[in-house]
């Protein structure tokens, strides 16, 4: 497909850098991670879970000896809950989609816009990954994957997010740039949280408006605007453009994003040591 003569791709070195998590979907052309890679990592987290509760067992079979039934079975409810859920979950959240498998075999978990996931979707995707994965013995995650374009299994269906490589050749066309006649409306406008899906569609349709009928251009402009204006306060400026006010606030969407994940990343740098595995 044919992009504008004046968007120039760039390239994208690894699901690390800050394009990949401005919430801005740069990384929606990025094709899944292949499935066998995804098994081996899940394998590799899973024994790692295993080994946690099988140390779990011997500490409460220990602590718990002259206990009663009921205490140790509560305990042992608990051992498992801990190493098949909290403890996956856990993991993701911290690390923004990753988990030891992943880091190993150079994956991690985005979201569908390809921004960094968070508790809900961590969440999500350890309480189907439980009933998927171990207790249905990963048939229905192997069939789920096989299924979809994205190799999503259950719990990422559910969750809306997929995994992806850390590190990719792929070269992406960014979206055009804000009109600079609206940085000083968009600068100071008050814009309400853009749903990923639909900073999503903005994107692709400001990158493949050229390839576009004027008909089917115009009417998704109009049903983009209609969906933009109630989250922007004040208007633009009279007689703007309709996809000039649909780059400034994806543009302004993407800026804020980035800004408030330099000053997460400052915070971290100041609070925790350089990670060894990177």
Not at 45 to 62: E, K, P, R, T
Not at 169 to 180: E, F, I, M, Q, V
Not at 193 to 199: E, F, I, K, R
């Amino acid at each position: 497909m044919s992009q504008p003569a004046s968007t120039q791709p760039r390239r994208l070195r690894g699901a690390d850098s800050d394009l990949m998590i401005t919430g801005e979907a740069v990384l929606i052309d990025v094709p899944s991670a292949p499935l066998p890679t995804r098994m081996v990592a899940s394998l590799i987290d899973w024994a790692v879970y295993i080994l946690v509760l099988i140390g779990l067992v011997f500490v409460v079979s220990v602590s718990t000896s002259g206990s009663s039934d009921a205490t140790f079975s509560t305990l042992m409810l608990l051992s498992v809950i801990a190493c098949f859920l909290a403890l996956p979950v856990t993991v993701e959240t911290l690390t923004r989609g990753r988990s030891l498998g992943k880091l190993i075999m150079k994956l991690r978990v985005v979201r569908d816009d390809g921004g960094p996931i968070v508790f809900r979707h961590a969440f999500v995707r350890g309480l189907v990954g439980v009933i998927e994965l171990p207790l249905l013995s990963a048939v229905p995650a192997v069939i789920a994957s096989a299924s979809n374009a994205r190799g999503k299994r259950l719990g990422d269906l559910a969750a809306g997010t997929y995994v992806v490589r850390e590190q990719t050749g792929l070269k992406l066309s960014p979206p055009p740039p804000a009109p600079p006649y609206l940085a000083a409306w968009v600068r100071s406008a008050d814009l309400a949280p853009l749903p990923d899906g639909l900073a999503l569609a903005i994107r692709q349709f400001l990158i493949r408006r050229s390839t576009l009928t004027p008909a089917a251009r115009n009417a998704l402009t109009d049903n983009l605007m209609r969906q933009v204006m109630p989250l922007v306060s004040p208007p633009p400026p009279a007689h703007t453009h309709p996809e000039d006010v649909l780059s400034a606030v994806l543009t302004a969407r993407s800026d804020r994003e980035a800004a408030r994940l330099r000053r997460e990343q400052e915070v971290r740098a100041r609070l925790l040591p350089p990670d060894p595995l990177r």
